[in-house]
């Protein structure tokens, strides 16, 4: 694992280099969904700071038996709402707010427990209709509600978009996504920052820095295949 893990670094690096931007600024999350709390710990070990689960009951169970690596987990799967209550003890980043009823349980949720809960809002660039994410159109309001919730803090913008082998056909999500963020920059809504694009998977990850990516989220140039 950790030959994996340095080749992905040094992609990263590579790829930052290429583009004129600081490879400090891209930040690797290594994706463990369907890992074991071992494989995690090997990741550890081999030099991944930061993992990435999907579903909240999964990195409930894993999470618990994790607590002396002092690592943090992102959330970048969908959430419902009644899971928002263990998600805000949980995780550091939620990437997958999509809608203004999730924001309102996280945030009451994180206030109970007197946390500022870092979020990132998914939108759906692709438009499919099988994936989570808020149209771009809506994101200008979403982002407004959400800024005057003082226990949520806006950090940027998240993408999953529709899957193709070839990362130059994907490559026009990512640079909706970025587009979309400057946008949303440029209004200075109070509170609201747009400094993190979570962009860029195994396959496609270095078009996404390419792209502006700030988050990649990689999960099977680290692990292996899942099954
Ligand atoms: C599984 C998953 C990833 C990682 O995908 P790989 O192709 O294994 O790198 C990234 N982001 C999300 C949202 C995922 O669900």
């Known amino acids: ?29 290594a994706v463990s969904k369907t890992r074991s709390a071992d494989e995690i710990r090997e990741a550890v070990r081999a030099g991944a700071l930061l993992f990435g689960e ?13 607590q002396d690596l002092h690592v943090p987990f992102h959330l970048i799967g969908h959430l419902q709402s009644n899971k928002a209550k263990i998600a805000v003890r949980l995780f550091d980043l939620v990437h997958s707010v999509d809608s203004l ?44 509600d959400i800024s005057v919730f003082d226990h949520l803090r806006v950090m940027g913008l998240m993408t999953i978009p529709p899957y193709d082998a070839d990362p ?16 949303i920059d440029t209004l200075r809504i109070p509170s609201v920052s747009m400094n993190e694009l979570s962009m860029g998977m195994t396959g496609d990850f270095e078009t996404a820095i390419e792209e502006g990516a700030t988050l990649v989220r990689i999960g099977t140039a680290i692990f292996g295949e899942r099954t």
């Open 54 to 66: 999907n579903y909240v009951k999964e990195a409930e169970d894993k999470i618990k038996g994790l």
């Open 168 to 183: 130059e056909t994907v490559r026009p999500f990512f640079k909706a996504l970025r587009l979309a963020r400057d946008r």
């Open 1 to 29: 694992m950790k030959d994996k893990l340095d080749s992905i670094q040094k992609r990263i690096e590579a790829a930052a280099l290429r583009c004129g931007r600081d490879p400090r600024a891209i930040t690797l999350v």
């Open 101 to 144: 009823s999730l924001a309102t349980e996280l945030h009451k949720q994180a206030k109970k427990i007197g946390k500022i809960q870092n979020i990132l809002v998914q939108v759906n660039t692709g438009m499919e209709e099988s994936k989570s994410g808020i149209d771009e159109k809506d994101l200008e309001p979403l982002i407004r």
